[in-house]
């Protein structure tokens, strides 16, 4: 194989991580479509393997490719750079559709719901209980994930440990909490427009946290192993970005959905 190219593009090598993916998918799909049928979790849990491995193999040859083999070059870089942009702005219009559903449900309440917001029978949360928490502890995170970035560029490499352990941290501590107010809630996603954009709104921001957190997490397993450098660390710019749009999606969540909203 010639390894040394007369352009600074990445040609990627064959890979059976995007065909084990697809299965892993497909099968996950099938697996929830099984368990909400018939309360059988088999191809589930088989299904969460699949994409677990597959995952896992994929980030390894990726970090392989750019940390080792230095095949991502300043162009290549580039690009990820508004790969990841762009995926931002999408997810950005994801959540605009919840917010829009709420937002045409809250202002102008319909008769089915009694004219008024929140609607008759719904006990909304007290915005200045846990949810309050959990804003100062996602803006807390988003402190620390910029004192472990400006660490990594000022090659602190116990500072970058501390501010990507502590940041890690605070994103389970988050899902824990709003895990607890799920079993404390005194309304369920079948209860109207309130409850089905209230649930849809939260608990796909939930998942981004989860998500960001498995994003952290494998940026502090690279930089124990010294994956990253001052001028060499994507992978971890990318995870602080998709972070801070985490935090900045919950401040929307919070002062619309839980304090306005009620």
Known sequence: MNLHNNHPYHLVDY??????????????????????????????????????????????????????QGKHTLLVSNGLRWGMILFIVSEI??????????????????????????????????????PLLNTIILISSGITVTWAHHSLMENNYTQTSQGLFFTVLLGIYFTILQ????????????????????????????????????FLLTCLIRHYNNHFSNNHHFGFEAAAWYWHFVDVVWLFLYISIYWWGN
């Open 15 to 68: 890979s059976p991580w995007p065909l084990t993916s697809a299965i892993g998918v497909m099968t996950l799909v099938t697996g929830l479509v099984k368990w909400f049928h018939n309360f059988n979790m088999n191809l589930l849990i088989l299904g969460y393997i699949i994409v677990l491995l597959s995952m896992y193999q994929w980030w390894r040859d990726i970090c392989r490719e750019g940390t080792f």
């Open 93 to 130: 219009f994801f959540f605009i559709s919840f917010f829009w559903a709420f937002f045409h449900s809250s202002l102008a309440p319909t008769i089915e719901i009694g004219l008024i917001w929140p609607p008759m029978s719904i006990t909304p949360f007290n915005p200045f209980q846990i």
């Open 179 to 214: 895990a607890y107010e799920y079993i404390e809630a005194p309304f369920t996603i079948a209860d109207s427009i309130y409850g089905s954009t209230f649930f849809m709104a939260t608990g796909f921001h939930g998942l981004h946290v989860i998500i960001g957190t498995i």
